[in-house]
């Protein structure tokens, strides 16, 4: 196996990797996992420059140069303030917003473009989300992202609400270079997909597996047992008339009649 002094994983804002680096460390505890935290739009070109090994980033992505695995879909939310007539709604559609100025930062997540974004454009784009949610608290508009990115700027003064089906939303994906499908990138593909330790696949590829143990064959009906003599056990003498029963036996059987029975 290619030997790596480590592994590095590049991840963007919203992603938490936390739970697959819990168990990247108990499976290869001689491998250090490093964490390399990137704006949005640095996840893709970090790993085509080869600052990672892999990376957990939003698609889409180049399917030319870099292999990628869809994780999961997150819910789009309108970001507003607590007291904005919005907070009324369950969910918002994106007629709601048709009147309302809908920031659109050059970080954008969701893929709108000025044609597909709803609402009224704002006088100049945000250079980033977090500058975006400013503007928001500022009661200057309203913001659609990922739900992750409204629970990581949030608050005090900001709510949010999920957006119906219609509203785009935004896929996380684990990513990485083709020429690049190192063994340890397949230990990590692994564990995001759930594969246990005895994977075929990554450090566990090669194990032996355990040969099945032959079945024992059924026990058939037992034959009687012969005496030494050469009758069998219970079978009747030659006048016909079978064997009587010991003085023992017969004392035994007597005593079992004569057993009480216990009261209840």
């Known amino acids: 196996m290619q030997v790596n002094p480590s592994f590095r994983l590049v991840y963007v804002p919203g992603v938490t990797p936390g739970k697959w680096v819990r168990v990247w460390d108990e499976r290869l505890p001689d491998v250090p996992l490093d964490l390399l935290a990137v704006p949005v739009g640095d996840g893709e070109r970090t ?19 870099l292999s990628a695995i869809p994780l999961y879909t997150e819910t789009t939310v309108v970001v507003f303030p607590k007291d904005h007539w919005l907070a009324a709604a369950e969910e918002v559609t994106l007629d709601d917003l048709a009147e309302e100025v809908v920031f659109h930062p050059l970080d954008d997540t969701l893929g709108f473009t000025a044609d597909t974004l709803p609402g009224r454009p704002a006088v100049a784009r945000p250079d980033t989300t977090a500058d975006a949610v400013e503007l928001v608290a500022a009661n200057v508009g309203v913001l659609l992202v990922p739900q992750s990115l409204a629970r990581l700027h949030h608050r005090r003064d900001l709510t949010y609400r999920p957006m119906t089906a219609e509203a785009p939303q935004s896929q996380v994906a684990l990513s990485w270079p083709q020429e690049r499908t190192t ?77 009480p029975k216990r009261r209840g």
């Open 47 to 65: 790993l085509r420059e080869g600052g990672a090994d892999a990376g957990l980033v939003r698609l889409p992505v180049d399917k030319d140069v």
């Open 183 to 259: 063994d340890l990138v397949e230990e990590f593909i692994g564990i995001v997909r759930g594969r246990t330790v005895n994977s075929s696949r990554g450090r566990g590829a090669g194990q032996p597996a355990a040969e099945p143990q032959p079945k024992k064959a059924a026990a058939g009906p037992r034959k009687p047992q012969q005496k030494a003599g050469g009758a069998k056990a219970g079978a009747p003498r030659a006048g016909g008339q079978k064997p009587k029963p010991s003085a023992g036996g017969r004392g035994a059987a007597a005593a079992r009649r004569g057993k």
